[in-house]
């Protein structure tokens, strides 16, 4: 066979399997009837959501449908419904999601831990293919999420022929190289919790191997009891740290941290300032501060004011700054040299460590702090806008929106 016959052949036998492969996804699904469309909550501009119904197209041979549950809202979904910083839209929006399969291609068989993936399945979705081009992900994969093209569902530009992109919506499309799990035996709450949950267990890793500070005998500060704070108390408890002590400005979220495993509770408002603050939380750690501090809010003077909080050769983690809040001031002396204090950053998560997350929530549950209280508030898809409004006002915790369409007919 000269090249030019090889070159045929081998374009003959991908046109084959192509065709035979969308054969087989189509038949896998005929019977269920593919929907021929689906709403999704599009983003057109900054402030201005829309619920628009897209024809949907066939999934190919190694492609995903899912029928969305649930999703949560996330302090990023209201970042770019205040301002688009991204500059992501036209975009749906929807990353802390999960739902049920609906259709399977003929080549996939397995999840990304290697469980077999049927219709009827509950799934979360993480991070999908990093970038080829990003040489962190592509020569250090345990640190891709540091990738410069790091996508999720729910944060992904639209496309000509799938508006399917994201969890404010009836359904996804889970695209070949994408990282997803099967957790049929979580609930729908808990399964909304797995992105926010990875979040803090990276974080958690990250504090664990930078040093001695975080172990038993630790006495950790949480500063800022949003979502991701609470989280990061409850994994901190989970974790085996007893003496948490948290802060924030919020009596309820206060309240909700002690729920979840924290032992001191502080409302800065009650302190005259940041001395005043930090000789609280001395005197709760036998005048020394403490051991280790997560920084939760995404307040810059908020991270200068932990430093005062931590002991001599105690470390810092800085995990609320998911976007750019500006700067702020820190004596490099007294702050971080003379006390020899450990910081790190945590950024995002990686998809190993999904699993993590989700046995971090069942344990959480095991042990009785109460992670599905986190979901305040819930709200059909078409009010997402209202959903969007009580996270800016800052009501509840964490607000999660349901593809009605779905609850209806299950019912
Ligand atoms: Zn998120």
Partial sequence: MNSNEQQIDRIVSNVLRRVQSQAGAQ??????GHPKSGRAAVMKAAGHVEICEFPLREIGPDEILVHVEACGVCGTDIHCYK????????????HEGTGEVL????????????KPVRVGDKIVTSI???????????????????????RVYGLLPNEPDNHFNGYFGDYVIIRPGSSFFVVNEMSVDLRCLIEPAAVVCHALE???????????RSRVVVQGCGPIGLLMIAVLRTYGINNIIAIDGNSSRLEMAATLGADELVNYKDFMGIDDLAAKVQSLTKGLGAHFGFQVTGVPAAFSNLFKC???GGGICEVGHFVDGGECAINPHLDICRK??????????NSFEYPNAYHFLQRAEQIGLPVCSLITHKFPL?????????NLRQEGVKVVVQANRLSKSKQ
């Avoid at 081009?133 to 790091?150: E, F, G």
């Avoid at 990250?206 to 038993?216: D, I, M, P, Q, Y």
């Avoid at 078409?382 to 009580?390: L, M, N, R, T």
Wanted: charged content about 25%.
């Fill in 27 to 32: 038949s896998e699904h005929a019977g269920s």
């Fill in 310 to 312: 931590i002991r001599r």
């Fill in 382 to 390: 078409d009010q997402i806008e209202e959903a969007f409004q009580v």
């Fill in 340 to 349: 020899e204090i450990t910081l790190i950053g945590s950024w995002v998560y």
């Fill in 103 to 114: 259709e399977v291609g003929r080549d996939v068989k397995m999840d990304s831990v290697g």
């Fill in 206 to 216: 990250r504090a664990k191997n930078c040093g001695s500070t975080l172990n038993f």
């Fill in 83 to 94: 301002s688009d910083p991204f500059e992501l839209a036209p975009v749906v929006l929807g």
């Fill in 128 to 150: 999908l293919d990093t970038s080829d081009a990003c040489m962190i992900a592509k020569y250090n994969p345990l640190k891709s999420n540091l990738c410069d093209d790091l």
